[in-house]
Every structure is written in C-alpha cells, then in structure tokens.
C-alpha cells in the first residue's frame, strides 16, 4: 500500500471486492455484500505482548523452537545485555521487514528498513541511508536510549508485519563523528559530542543554506556574517555549547527563510 507522494489521499486502501470463500473448485461463496465490522489494532497490542510483566501473564505461548522466518504478522522476543560503557546505543535490525519495536516495554518506534522491503529485505552492501531519500535506500540501525536499558538482562520484543529474519539482530554502540544542526529561526539548539569535545566547525550557515547533514551548502540569501568563526569562538573545545538562532547572532539573510545549518566534528580520541 503506497504511503506518500502526491494524491495521497486519493489511493485506495484496504479490502475491495469482489471478496470470495472458496470451499472447494466447485463452492464459491461471495460474501462481497455481508454485513462487515472492523476492529482497531491488533491483539498483541492490546495484551501488551511488549511488557514483560503483561507478556508473562498471557495466555498466548512464545515457542523458542523452531523460530518461524519470513512470516507475517509474528511476534518475536529474545534478551540480552546491555553494551558495556556509555556510547550511544543502537539495535540492527538488519534482515527484517516492517514493524514495530520495543525494549524492556519502552517503544522505540516503527522500524521500516526500506519502502520496498517486503520484496528486497535489506542487504549489506546497500544499507546507506545518506543523502536524498529513495526507495532503494536502507536504515537498519535504530536508536535505543541508554535510559531504557538496566543492568543484566534486558528484553526486545518485535512485531514483524512483513516477514523476515530476527537472527542477525544485534545491539551495538557507535562513535559520533559529527554531529549537525539544521533548524529555523527562535529555536534553542545544542551541539554536543557527548563524551568528547567539539574540534572543528565544519560548515555554519544562516539562511536558506542547502543539502543535508554531511553535504551542506551556502545560497546566494544566506546571512553576510561569518557565523563559522561566531561557532568557532563559543563551541570548539568544549564537550557540548548550546544558543538560540537569532539575527542579533547570526545576521539578517536576504529571504524570508531564516535557517542555521551546523556540521561540527567530533574529537576522535585515538591512542
């Protein structure tokens, strides 16, 4: 089912008719003009299958063998320990389809590796979700708050809607190489590396500047003021720095369009 573009709300969703009961080659039963209800959401949800106290109550079984693959519609929990350290942390869900997912009954979101996943899970070598968005690209790792996460054992649980592969699940930590800010006019923003100082402003604009995160680009209305060095002055050294995006700050820009747009790196600590 489509879920963006232009006429969205003119797609047609859902079940159309004719819709027929086949008993047999020879017994066919429409049902196309029978009186039908619908229900909101699923069974899973409303039993909370994701909270590991409701979970426990149920009275539905969770089989450990075998694991069903590349089916529908099925629940999925397993556990684990938490990484080692305070990195950010992040689950790969690498191999499955569509769904939702929660940890230790704290939802992480719908996860959706691809628009075409339901025929082309995710691959390896393709799973690049930078630059312009496309179909043919991927986002396997999803966020999960260290907050969310306890000392010994943890649980995931996952609801698959498409089909996939649960096996090659894995939770990881990542290094922040830079970090960005892409916000208009009035907002208080922070830049911070966590752990780490900021070393470098890579980019710093206000205006109408261009591109995304890793490729930003100054436009002929970005603001006359050199906003890299301001950035420079208040941030470089330090683990984070936080402003509000002002003119008094940053200049007036030659267009209605009022945006800041920062990419900082990261001090990568090597020795």
Same mark, same amino acid.
């Given at each position: 089912?489509?879920?963006?573009?232009?006429?969205?709300?003119?797609?047609?969703?859902?079940i159309?008719?004719?819709?027929?009961l086949? !008993?047999?080659?020879n017994v066919?039963?429409?049902?196309?003009?029978?009186?039908?209800t619908?229900?909101?959401? !699923?069974?899973?949800?409303?039993?909370?299958?994701?909270?590991i106290?409701?979970?426990?109550?149920?009275?539905?079984?969770?089989?450990?063998?075998?694991?069903?693959?590349?089916?529908?519609?099925?629940w999925?929990k397993?556990?684990?320990?938490?990484?080692?350290?305070?990195?950010p942390?992040?689950?790969?869900?690498?191999g499955?389809?569509?769904?939702?997912?929660?940890?230790?009954?704290?939802s992480?979101?719908?996860?959706?590796?691809?628009?075409?996943?339901?025929?082309?899970?995710?691959?390896?070598?393709?799973c690049?979700?930078?630059?312009?968005?496309?179909?043919?690209?991927?986002?396997?790792?999803?966020?999960?708050?260290?907050?969310? !996460?306890?000392?010994?054992?943890?649980t !995931?649980?996952?609801?698959?809607?498409?089909?996939?592969?649960?096996?090659?699940?894995?939770?990881?930590?990542?290094?922040?190489?830079?970090? /960005?800010?892409?916000?208009?006019?009035?907002?208080?923003?922070?830049?911070?590396?966590?752990?780490?100082?900021?070393?470098?402003?890579?980019?710093?604009?206000?205006?109408?500047?261009q591109?995304?995160?890793?490729?930003?680009?100054?436009?002929?209305?970005?603001?006359?003021?050199?906003?890299?060095?301001?950035l420079?002055?208040e /941030?470089?050294?330090?683990?984070?720095?936080?402003?509000?995006?002002?003119?008094?700050?940053?200049?007036?820009?030659? /267009?209605?369009?009022?945006?800041?747009?920062?990419?900082?790196?990261?001090?990568?600590?090597?020795?």
């Open positions: 089912m489509q879920n963006y573009g232009p006429m969205f709300d003119m797609v047609g969703a859902g159309t008719s004719p819709i027929e086949v !008993l047999s080659k066919i039963k429409d049902l196309s003009s029978n009186k039908w619908y229900k909101v959401g !699923l069974n899973g949800i409303s039993s909370k299958f994701f909270d106290d409701c979970a426990s109550k149920s009275s539905s079984k969770w089989v450990s063998d075998p694991i069903p693959v590349n089916r529908n519609f099925t999925y397993t556990t684990f320990k938490a990484p080692l350290g305070n990195k942390v992040v689950v790969d869900l690498l499955l389809g569509k769904g939702m997912a929660w940890v230790n009954g704290h992480l979101g719908r996860y959706w590796p691809s628009y075409i996943a339901d025929k082309k899970l995710c691959k390896t070598e393709t690049d979700y930078r630059g312009r968005y496309s179909d043919s690209k991927c986002v396997s790792k999803y966020h999960v708050p260290r907050s969310f !996460l306890k000392d010994g054992e943890n !995931l649980v996952l609801f698959e809607e498409f089909g996939g592969n649960p096996s090659a699940v894995q939770f990881q930590t990542v290094e922040i190489g830079s970090i /960005c800010i892409n916000a208009h006019e009035g907002k208080e923003v922070i830049l911070s590396c966590q752990d780490r100082p900021i070393s470098k402003i890579k980019f710093a604009s206000f205006g109408s500047p591109g995304v995160c890793g490729s930003f680009d100054k436009s002929e209305y970005d603001s006359k003021v050199d906003v890299l060095s301001i420079e002055k /941030c470089v050294g330090k683990e984070s720095c936080s402003f509000k995006i002002t003119e008094d700050k940053f200049g007036k820009p030659s /267009c209605e369009i009022k945006k800041l747009a920062v990419e900082a790196v990261c001090k990568d600590f090597t020795f």
